[in-house]
């Protein structure tokens, strides 16, 4: 590793280094595809900023949090790019992919919409919603959590996006066409020369299909809602009546629909996955779940949860921030430079690939001792406050951070909360954790094994 001092960021000397392991003409392109997470991981020891090899092009990794945060704090020196692109064939031009003043301009028309009151709004039937999915459980019953939490958030998703007017059937419907699309994004994103995605097979036709479907749907709510004019007080409501701060202009029907889509994604996709991957940690450590247990029955009394009571669940956060730092769902990032710049004291060309992973901070032991170890109390109080700042990166930061942020956390202690007062959740025994990165990082298939408290 080579010391280089750097002016453009907070004052110190940082390190630099290269990924080892480049294959000739590939670079590290086969360990990124064959074991990400663990290459990711990997790389904080060899420097603070670490040049990868895509093929014949140079990327460079940030490594250390500070930097991450001069890369997500400089959006016009560090803009979006490369897979963002690929992933307006699902999202639009919605404030997830949008750039520069477009996204400014979206996010100060849409931001009310996730303040407070309305969070509050949004998850008062969250608690009711989860009791009823749960209602056919059984002592002694198998379940795929994963599968059985993606089936709950999908109705959660759309409950706070329409309230009202969306059936079971097609709720089902979406949500089979969002994982296709989902996971057809994460295929061409890995296939960036865009010739893959263009051959007519079976795969690309029913992602098309998919894609048209999901869109239709949701084209189809916004023009009811649009004809009757009522205001059900859901987050569809909110995006309707949404105006320019400047020009008090509204987003028309695509531009509704583009968000629609993009929080239809968020809002089921990243926090099914996360409640699965914190049910798999309970009932992998008995002990915590004990513990959350015991403070879930003082703080709740019987009575099912609500959002005034999650300030009081201080430990069952605690579990869920812990969860989100070994299994971020945003795994992986990129931006890409839009011109000469300096990081890490390395003069860094324009158009060059800046990768930041929350892979890598939240599994580095000189920012997490014992990174791999499960330890919800590093998120009590007395020792949250030494964590380093921006070590913890699960919904990114700055001005591109993801807006439904204490949505997604708030639903997910909902959630959590609702079903721990009622079941314990078992690993089947010989079961395996295989996280899988894809667009987010799923937990696979997780089958458990329900038994009453």
């Not at 051959?199 to 992602?207: A, C, G, K, V, W």
């Not at 959350?292 to 009081?312: C, K, N, Q, T, Y």
């Not at 299994?327 to 300096?342: G, L």
């Amino acid at each position: 590793m080579t010391p280089a001092k750097s002016s453009a960021q907070p004052e110190r000397t940082w390190t630099t280094g290269t990924a080892p392991g480049s294959v000739p003409l590939l670079g590290h392109t086969v360990a990124l595809w064959r074991r990400p997470l663990q290459f990711l991981a990997s790389l904080p020891a060899h420097g603070d900023l670490v040049e990868v090899r895509l093929g014949p092009s140079r990327a460079y990794l940030a490594c250390h949090p500070e930097l991450v945060r001069h890369v997500l704090l400089n959006p016009r020196v560090f803009d979006k790019g490369g897979v963002f692109d690929k992933a307006r064939q699902l999202l639009g031009n919605s404030l997830s992919v949008s750039r520069g003043e477009d996204h400014r301009t979206q996010r100060r028309m849409i931001q009310p919409a996730f303040h407070t009151p309305k969070i509050a709004d949004y998850t008062a039937a969250v608690a009711d919603d989860t009791r009823a999915a749960i209602g056919s459980w059984e002592p002694g019953r198998t379940l795929d959590i994963s599968d059985t939490m993606h089936g709950l958030l999908m109705r959660v998703a759309a409950r706070t996006l329409f309230s009202t007017g969306i059936d079971e059937a097609t709720i089902d419907e979406a949500r089979h066409c969002l994982r296709i699309v989902s996971h057809g994004i994460y295929k061409r994103t890995m296939a960036p020369l865009g010739i893959v995605e263009k051959l007519p097979t079976p795969s690309n036709r029913r992602y098309d299909r998919a894609n048209a479907r999901l869109r239709q749907i949701v084209d189809e709510m916004i023009r009811d809602r649009r004809r009757s004019g009522a205001d059900h007080g859901d987050l569809l409501s909110t995006l309707l009546r949404a105006e320019h701060p400047e020009t008090g202009e509204g987003l028309d029907d695509g531009e509704v629909l583009d968000q629609v889509v993009t929080f239809l994604v968020a809002g089921s996709e990243t926090t099914a996955s996360t409640l699965a991957f914190v049910f798999h940690l309970l009932g992998a450590h008995p002990e915590v779940e004990k513990r959350v247990h015991a403070e879930i029955d003082e703080v709740l009394e019987g009575r099912s949860p609500a959002f005034e009571d999650l300030p009081s669940l201080e430990y069952t956060r605690g579990v869920i921030t812990e969860s989100l730092r070994l299994y971020p769902p945003s795994w992986m990032a990129m931006r890409i430079t839009a011109a000469e710049t300096d990081l890490g004291g390395r003069a860094i060309p324009a158009g060059t690939m800046i990768l930041y992973s929350a892979q890598a901070l939240h599994h580095n032991p000189e920012l997490f001792p014992e990174p791999e170890r499960f330890d919800p109390e590093r998120w009590l109080p007395d020792r949250a406050k030494d964590v380093p700042r921006g070590a913890l990166l699960p919904f990114g930061a700055g001005s591109h951070k993801c807006i439904g942020d204490v949505l997604a956390l708030t639903e997910t202690a909902l959630i959590v909360a609702t079903i721990a007062s009622r079941w314990r959740l078992r690993p089947v025994p010989g079961t395996t954790l295989r996280p899988e990165p894809k667009a987010t990082l799923e937990p696979g298939p997780l089958p458990m094994v329900c038994e009453p408290r």
